[in-house]
């Protein structure tokens, strides 16, 4: 069993676990023991791993409860973290009690922010069942919902008190998903680690057979720079925006077609995006920029889009980031493959030709 420790302020904020074997077969889970526990998962993953989950803990724990929501995006509201809270309240739950999020990246979200705010705070522990929570959403102690349309604009920092990650529960996620995850894990590489990007590539076969020894290999790595990035930053204050590699096109882009398609999807043209700029720029050169459309396109990520929504919609979401600073956008570029850096000098036209070259296919 692998273990990770991720710092927060100098001091070990929390461990990530990477199981082997049996599900859920990790000593760690005996935080829980004589606490109550409210496992919080979705419509799609309580039937498959619920109740494995209840009863490894029923046996030590005061007790279990389990709460389902409907699976998806737009049930990441705070209407779904009231019901929460309303099943947390009758069941008597107190500061000492434990929330365990099972699930995708709106459910660590989610149960992450009714944790960080019920009665102030109460500690919970990350069960991530896709690949994107495996090796982001669960690590470094972002949670939050979404608002009137409005993506992860009510939140907190509340770092979880664990994180288990169990690589076989991604023998149900559909490829899609996979691949949508997939898209983090190459900005991982882009963003710090050329060798790793590229490995990435090379296990594509292996990745969509769900061989645990590869996927293990690839979730360990990006943990480990998620978790370094985060470490320096816990609060987002400078490097870690470094991680929004790919993500001020690609939120626009994720927000304009109405969430219609994944997260992942869409940081894929955010990424070809940014590369672009970067290329213009002359930081990378056109085998870099090739390469990097390469390695999304591998696991059939998209790299250009026909029907791409009208650009100045999309411009206009850029101005809308949360992650504007002084009302300049913190725009990440590559300085090579393997390093970014934070740059506030893109300009409007910059960004208008990287997205306009995106849906005639030349990006
Ligand atoms: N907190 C952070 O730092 C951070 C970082 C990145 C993304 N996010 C958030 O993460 C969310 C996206 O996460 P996601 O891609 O995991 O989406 P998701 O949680 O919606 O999960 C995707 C789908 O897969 C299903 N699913 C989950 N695990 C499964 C399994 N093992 N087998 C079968 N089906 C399974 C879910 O029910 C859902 O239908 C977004 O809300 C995004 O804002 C947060």
Do not use: W
């Not at 526990?37 to 007790?63: G, Q």
């Not at 069960?127 to 972002?142: E, N, V, Y």
């Amino acid at each position: 069993m692998h273990r990770l420790p991720v710092m927060c302020d100098g001091k070990k904020a929390y461990e990530i676990v990477m199981g082997e074997g049996t599900l859920f077969d990790a000593p760690d889970f005996d935080i829980c023991a004589g606490k109550r526990v409210m496992i919080v998962t979705d419509d799609h993953v309580a039937p498959l791993y619920a109740e494995a989950l209840k009863e490894r803990l029923l046996p030590f724990s005061a007790s279990v409860s389990c709460h389902v929501l409907p699976a998806g995006e737009r049930h990441k509201t705070l209407d779904e973290v009231r019901r929460l809270y309303g099943a947390l309240i009758p069941a008597r739950f107190d500061r000492n009690d434990l929330i365990l999020a099972l699930g995708g990246g709106v459910i660590g979200d989610l149960a992450g922010f009714a944790a960080a705010t019920y009665l102030r705070g109460i500690r919970f522990i990350q069960i991530p069942t896709t690949l994107l929570s495996m090796t982001d959403s669960s690590i470094g102690g972002k949670t939050g919902v979404d608002f009137d349309g409005y993506k992860n604009m009510v939140g907190a920092f509340h770092m979880p008190a664990l994180v288990y990650i169990h690589p076989d529960v991604l023998k149900t996620l559909p490829d899609r998903e996979l691949s949508s995850g997939i898209a983090e894990v190459i900005k991982h590489g882009l963003i710090r680690d050329a060798a790793y990007a590229e490995e990435t590539a090379k296990r594509r076969d292996e990745v969509f057979a769900r061989d645990h020894a590869s996927l293990t290999a690839l979730i360990r790595r990006s943990c480990e720079i998620k978790a370094s990035v985060v470490e320096a930053d816990p609060y987002e204050k400078g490097e870690r925006a470094l991680l929004n590699f790919g993500h001020t096109i690609g939120h626009a882009i994720e927000k304009a077609y109405g969430f219609r398609m994944l997260h992942g999807e869409c940081v894929s043209l955010g990424c070809v995006a940014a590369a672009r700029i970067s290329l213009r720029r002359g930081l990378i050169g056109e085998e870099d920029f090739a390469l990097i459309r390469e390695l999304f396109s591998a696991y059939r990520l998209p790299v250009s889009a026909k029907d791409l929504p009208p650009t100045e919609e999309i411009l206009a979401l850029t101005l809308s980031d949360k992650k504007m600073h002084a009302g300049q956008i913190r725009f990440v570029l590559l300085k090579r493959i393997g390093e970014a850096f934070v740059s506030e000098d893109v300009t409007k036209e910059e960004m208008r030709e990287a997205v306009d070259t995106l849906r005639e296919g030349t990006a």
